[in-house]
């Protein structure tokens, strides 16, 4: 089955700066990777995600690449604000078969104000 | 409701005692998952239905697990005997089709403790 490797497990930056959340997977037959951002005792939500037809997609401060041939893909968030603090997780899912997501096991981003 | 809803939304449990654990999916949504997260790990797949179908119940750690979604919108999560492992944050999570592309959306997840 599918294996979603996400790194780092701990991020902190400084506000204003930049984070990078990277992820591998191991199914070459993966083609939708969500990415999931979850507040403290709140539930997951989608807040990007991408198909692999493409190679980059850009939502506002949020950019989410793919590498198809490295199999991984990253999430990056610029201009952090306090408020992007949170756990974000990763997923990759595969269109046929068991198209159930497979899940990273997190990056808790901390934004220091 | 506009979005999944599970309940209760925190059980204690003694050791040995059996738990159910309740998912409303968003109306209409034909896909439906159970998750387990662990505190500080991401969420591990449990069990999926299409409608009334348990498609793929692979992930179910024991047969002290058990699930079912008779009439293809409420499930219910069954944990017989409860083990401390089995402490964790049970989430349940609908998506409207069955394609990989689907947005899947999320419950806020029942917290399990087993004491």
């Known amino acids: 089955g599918e294996n979603v490797e996400q790194h780092p497990s701990t991020l902190s930056v400084q506000e204003g700066d930049s984070a990078v959340i990277k992820c591998t997977y191991s199914?070459?037959?993966?083609?939708?990777f969500p990415w999931y951002k979850q507040e403290l005792g709140k539930r997951p939500q989608l807040i990007i995600d991408?198909?692999?037809?493409?190679g980059e997609k850009k939502d506002q401060r949020i950019a989410v690449t793919l590498n198809k041939t490295a199999k991984h893909f990253s999430l990056h968030i610029t201009e952090t604000q306090p408020e992007d603090s949170a756990v974000y997780f990763c997923a990759a899912s595969t269109s046929g078969g068991s198209y159930i997501p497979t899940f990273g096991r997190g990056t808790s981003l901390i934004v220091h104000p | 409701g506009a979005g999944v809803s599970q309940s209760p939304r925190y059980k204690v449990a003694k050791r040995g005692q059996d738990v159910a654990l309740r998912c409303d999916p968003i109306s209409g949504h034909v896909s439906l998952f159970w998750y387990q997260q662990a505190l500080g790990q991401g969420p591990e797949f449990l069990t999926y239905f299409q409608n009334e179908a348990q498609l793929d119940k692979s992930g179910l750690p024991s047969d002290r697990f058990f699930a079912e979604r008779p009439e293809g919108s409420v499930s219910t999560l069954k944990i017989q005997r409860t083990q401390q492992e089995d402490s964790a944050v049970y989430l349940c999570a609908s998506s409207q089709g069955w394609r990989s592309e689907n947005t899947i959306y999320f419950g806020e997840g029942s917290w399990l403790t087993v004491v």
């Open positions: 991408i198909r692999s037809n493409v």
């Open positions: 199914d070459s037959a993966s083609n939708y």
